[in-house]
């Protein structure tokens, strides 16, 4: 590894709800890369993700973003510092306007009028769906288009690393697809894409690297081509 | 007067008050009510004891007279209850506890202003039962123990069961045949008769009965009394009722500074003691070294068992179910799919009467069911699953599986459990992959056991057909690839009907018999996995032509 | 008539701007706030104290001083020191309770605990007894407005012009700002919210410290336009406050001057002769309205997800 890389994970250990949910994980994300993580329910994945953007605080270990420490930073501070999570669930706010909760996406750059606007237009012209439903409230879209507001959401904070969790969770196969096809969009910009994925196929096949996890520690790491025929992985992941 | 039998007496009676606020919390309503009930059984007797006995000589009150007031002021407050729990049933949480709230104070202020109470004054003179103040300890003590023993009696109840079933989830607890209404309006009667007959009992101790003794502020105090206390068991409310109520005597040596104290300690004890004094104990059971095996049925697989016509919900102007006609066989595993918001879960929120019909009928086993509760058509065998798991999460796994025999009367869980409903629930666990996972909590369980749980949860109940909404959401191949085999032995082994929403697409056309497309609320398809995968406008609709995401 | 709806409005204007600071903190925390009540009592006697420069009197004696704010500094004081008051209840009464994600019934209790003390401690320094407001400090504001046949008291006016100014103000603010948006973020979903970047624990010390300060304001308004008959007045005001937030739907702000507006009217219309029964007002409305319509008149309800 020649350059600094966007995020760098030590060595990290988390616990969660008095169990250990991760075990020792160092991984790193370079800049304008997609990596995904796959693994079993509750082997860690999404405490991983929740770790990075500061929603659990590691027991062990550190991260690095951009070489620099990120431990006294909280979720929001990270947010700053071009870190977005669209978190399991989607979890839009239901009850606000689509559009307020893209504009609410952009609150660490409020001062910057322009730019949100910007970021705004931007965010309508890769989802145009949610242009047409900028006025409703978040609650009443389907799920498909949850999740493409929970995406644009996280675009609007113009981040360097997106973190997206389970982002096919519960959605028609057609959807899932239109979804996928916008992550390789996002990624086309320049913008990297840490993907938690329970399928496991979509996700190798977008991604370039990709991490196993299992019961909270990596037990293999590589290329997502190599590991798409790996036959470990194919038995535990894919179904085959 | 001795004044440690008085603050014995004063802790015995708020320890009733705890325990008065503690029934109807069992059942999870949080009625704040017990002081306006207190305040009516002690206006009760008052009246009573004042009005109606007149003594020639004797100066004391007979105490037969006494159990007379109780009793009645408990009818009086039970039968109150009735009406008033009927209406607050639909509140929840804080909005039930502002409702009863509200209750206590126009129950005081009309106390105060109606001339039959004594307005401001209130009754004076009530006649005692006891030479001596302390004589009331044989009054309090066995009306405590006896209101103790019966409501500990009613914690490993049936009845019991069915509350702290409501008290997590009421939907679940709908579905799985407890009737929501009528076990909540029991509990808050019972919480007001007990409350009554503690205010008919003081009414004599205290001599003077006004509009003071029923005041939010003793809402509030018992509540605070069951919270600290824990608000678990009956042991806890009366514990909490019994401290609290001493604490101010005890720190009577601070004196205008007890109160004070007081308050910091309540604050203090919210903070540092969050599960109460008393917590609640996780409820283990051994696991029995065998069961009899699952008593295994066919089903014939011809006749219809169930039948929408014409079936439409629409909210407002939402359609989100159009004029669906569908019939089910007896036997079938049915598919249900279409994209997201296309109706799917309304389907199954109007065939389980959790959401009604704007038109159209529902027709079960031969029976018109359209207007019937969730829990009449759960007791007649119809069940489900719920897309977002709506388990008992703070019990463990083998009650939460046992919540499902309140389906059945006695009498039918006699014939149907010959080994009893815990043996049975033991097979159930084992079938589904839970065994070891008994005395769990459901909420601690990963995903993947959750929905095996609520499968095993509606199994236990032996529906006619169930209803299974995204089985395999959120699991990995490997336990998609099991959960496909269960479904199949739910029909072939137990002669259950299966309908099931799901997005997994290889599943739904593996298993299937036959499937029913829904888009935008009306049905576009229904057939043969083989026709409904080669159908256009299906493709269109859902599945799309790549292949890659159809075996993802 | 007329004389009716201004009595109406002015005692609304101020039942609304205290329930605002209930309603703030439901729609952020869901959960009530027990000691707004007390606070709101703080505030009151606080203003008295600074401008007639006597403190005690309860069971701490009587302490005469020459340092004599004048009103308006004295007010500004109040609702300053209420609203680090409040912040501090958040510190130590809800962020504890908040960082383990306790049940709300535990926010109930240890408000409670915390009006409790407050309530008490004033009544030791103050005791019961009824305190007026020194005329003289009021001297700008002219006793009586009359207007052809209608006769007002000029505090009356004052207080409606105040608080309707200020909750215009935090309307505006709510419904328009970023702010306002952040805060409904917040309200909605605290993960949510501190993945956009959202200062959560920040946004809800200053929502408890904005509760506080209009508890201030409302009690010293009412200690003005008539008394403080004691310390236990703050709870009987802060339960009346719970009917208000009911009334309008709970956790809405809109909803709550709007209830508040409505009890003022209402409590006003009622006969003199039915006088006893006024305080009952509030509470038969609150039922009535709960099983009317439980999620208040502007409230949304609930929807329950299968």
Redesign the interface.
């Known amino acids: 590894m020649g350059e600094t890389p966007l995020l760098q994970l030590n060595h990290l250990s988390v616990q969660y709800g008095g169990i250990q949910a991760l075990h020792d994980v160092s991984l790193h994300v370079a800049s304008g890369e997609i990596v995904t993580l796959i693994g079993a329910n509750g082997a860690g994945k999404t405490s991983c993700l929740r770790a990075i953007s500061g929603l659990i605080a590691p027991a062990q270990g550190s991260m690095q973003w951009m070489g620099q420490d990120l431990r006294n930073r909280d979720a929001a501070q990270r947010v700053r510092l071009g870190l977005a999570h669209s978190p399991e669930g989607r979890m839009v706010l239901a009850q606000q306007s689509v559009e307020d909760n893209l504009k609410l996406g952009s609150f660490v750059h409020r001062a910057d009028k322009v730019g949100c606007q910007q970021s705004l237009d931007e965010v309508f012209q890769l989802f145009p769906r949610l242009r047409e439903r900028r006025a409703q409230s978040a609650g009443t879209l389907s799920g498909g288009e949850q999740q493409m507001l929970a995406m644009g959401r996280a675009l609007m904070a113009r981040p360097k690393l997106l973190l997206l969790d389970e982002p096919s969770l519960g959605l028609a196969p057609l959807v899932v697809a239109e979804i996928f096809d916008r992550m390789r969009g996002m990624n086309a910009q320049g913008m990297a894409l840490l993907l938690v994925e329970q399928n496991a196929q979509l996700a190798l096949r977008l991604a370039q690297r990709a991490y196993v996890l299992e019961s909270g520690r990596i037990v293999l790491e590589g290329k997502a081509q190599e590991l798409l025929h790996d036959s470990r992985v194919k038995a535990a992941y894919l179904g085959a | 007067m001795d004044l440690d039998a008085f603050i014995i007496i004063v802790m015995l009676q708020q320890a009733l008050l705890g325990i008065s606020l503690y029934v109807p919390l069992m059942s999870g309503q949080?009625s704040l009510a017990s002081p306006a009930f207190y305040a009516i059984g002690g206006y009760l007797a008052a009246l009573v004891s004042t009005k109606l006995w007149t003594s020639p000589d004797a100066s004391l009150y007979p105490w037969t007279w006494v159990l007379g007031e109780m009793l009645l002021a408990g009818l009086l407050c039970f039968i109150l209850a009735q009406g008033i729990g009927r209406?607050?049933l639909?509140?929840r949480?804080?909005?039930l506890?502002?409702?009863t709230?509200?209750?206590v104070?126009?129950v005081?202020?009309?106390c105060?202003?109606l001339e039959w109470t004594g307005g401001a004054i209130g009754i004076f003179s009530i006649p005692q039962v006891f030479e001596e103040q302390q004589g009331y300890l044989w009054l309090f003590l066995p009306l405590f123990v006896g209101v103790a023993l019966l409501v500990r009696k009613l914690e490993s109840s049936r009845i019991g069961e069915a509350f702290r079933a409501l008290r997590e989830d009421e939907?679940a607890a709908a579905a799985m045949g407890i009737d929501p209404a009528r076990y909540k309006t029991l509990a808050f009667a019972w919480g007001a008769a007990i409350a009554g007959v503690t205010g008919a009992a003081s009414a004599h101790l205290m001599n003077t009965w006004n509009a003071r003794q029923g005041t939010?502020?003793a809402s509030?105090n018992i509540?605070?009394y069951v919270?600290?206390g824990g608000?678990w068991s009956v042991w806890g409310a009366a514990l909490g009722g019994a401290i609290l109520s001493a604490l101010p005597e005890i720190l009577r040596p601070l004196q205008?500074?007890r109160?004070?104290v007081?308050?910091?300690?309540?604050?203090?004890?919210?903070?540092y003691l969050?599960r109460g004094l008393v917590p609640d104990r996780r409820r283990k059971r051994p696991r029995p070294s065998s069961w009899p095996a699952l008593r295994e049925a066919r089903a014939d697989g011809s006749a219809e068992i169930l039948q929408m016509d014409a079936l439409s919900v629409h909210f407002g102007g939402l359609k989100a179910v159009h004029a669906v006609s569908l019939g089910i066989k007896r036997g079938e595993i049915f598919g249900l799919i279409?994209?997201?918001?296309a109706g799917k879960?309304t389907v199954?929120?109007v065939l389980t009467g959790?959401v009604p019909a704007t038109a159209g009928t529902v027709r079960f086993l031969d029976h018109d069911i359209t207007h019937a509760s969730v829990h009449h058509r759960a007791r007649w065998g119809l069940m489900r699953t719920?897309?977002?798991l709506?388990l008992l999460k703070q019990q463990t796994v083998l009650e939460n599986i046992l919540s499902a025999t309140h389906r059945f009367n006695a009498e039918q869980r006699r014939t149907l459990f010959p080994a009893g409903a815990e043996a049975e629930a033991w097979a159930w666990m084992e079938f589904t992959g839970l065994l070891d996972k008994a005395d769990r909590h459901a909420g601690?369980l990963?995903?993947?056991d959750q929905r095996r749980l609520e499968m095993a949860r509606a199994l236990m109940a032996r529906p006619d057909i169930l209803l299974m909404d995204?089985p395999v959401?959120?699991?990995?191949?490997?336990?998609?690839?099991g959960m496909q085999a269960l479904i199949r032995q739910i029909r072939d082994r137990f002669g259950i009907t299966v309908i099931l929403i799901e997005?997994h697409?290889p599943l739904v056309l593996g298993i299937c018999d036959r499937i029913a497309v829904l888009n935008f609320g009306e049905l576009i398809a229904l057939g043969k996995p083989s026709e409904i995968q080669n159908n256009p406008a299906v493709r269109q609709a859902?599945?799309?032509s790549?292949e890659?995401?159809?075996?993802? | 008539m007329l004389q009716i709806l201004l009595n109406g409005l002015s005692i609304g204007s101020v039942y609304a701007l205290f329930a605002l600071g209930y309603a703030l903190v439901f729609s952020l925390l869901g959960v009530i706030n027990f000691a707004q009540g007390a606070v709101f009592a703080v505030g009151a006697y606080l203003t008295w104290s600074l401008t007639t420069g006597s403190w005690g009197g309860g069971q701490v004696p009587l302490w005469e001083t020459e340092m004599r704010l004048p009103f308006l500094a004295a007010a500004a004081v109040s609702l300053v020191v209420c609203a680090a008051l409040s912040a501090l209840i958040e510190r130590f009464a809800f962020e504890p309770l908040r960082r383990r994600k306790a049940e709300p019934l535990l926010y109930l209790v240890s408000s409670l605990g915390v009006a409790i003390v407050l309530v008490n401690a004033l009544l030791l320094m103050y005791g019961a007894e009824t305190r007026n407001f020194d005329l003289d400090t009021l001297s700008f504001i002219p006793v009586l407005v009359e207007w052809g046949d209608l006769r007002v008291r000029g505090i009356q006016l004052v207080i409606l012009v105040v608080s309707l100014l200020v909750l215009a103000a935090l309307l505006l603010l709510f419904r328009f700002s970023m702010v306002g948006k952040a805060l409904r973020a917040v309200a909605e979903n605290q993960t949510t919210a501190s993945l956009l970047g959202i200062p959560v624990h920040r946004t809800i010390v200053l929502t408890f410290a904005l509760s506080g300060a209009l508890a201030s304001l409302a009690g010293t308004l009412v200690a003005t336009g008539f008394s403080i008959p004691g310390p236990h007045f703050g709870l009987l005001f802060g339960l009346k406050g719970l009917a208000v937030i009911v009334l309008g739907g709970m956790g809405e702000i809109s909803g709550a001057v709007l209830g508040g507006l409505l009890l003022g009217l209402i409590e006003a219309a009622v006969p003199a002769e039915y006088s006893g029964y006024k305080e009952a007002v509030a509470f038969a409305l609150l039922f009535l309205v709960l099983m009317v319509r439980p999620q208040g008149l502007l409230g949304r309800r609930p929807l329950e997800k299968l």
Not at chain 2, 262 to 271: E, P, R
Not at chain 2, 338 to 341: A, L, V
Not at chain 2, 548 to 552: I, L
């Open positions: 949080l209406m607050v639909r509140l949480g804080i909005y506890a502002l409702a709230l509200a209750l104070e126009v005081r202020v009309l105060l202003n939907f939010f502020d509030i509540l605070a919270v600290i608000p205008d500074y109160l004070v007081n308050g910091i300690l309540i604050v203090l004890a919210s903070l969050p279409g994209p997201n918001g879960t199954f929120n959790f719920f897309q977002n709506r601690d990963n995903y993947g995204e959401a959120g699991m990995n191949p490997n336990e998609k690839a997005h697409v859902y599945l799309g790549s890659d995401v159809q075996h993802g």
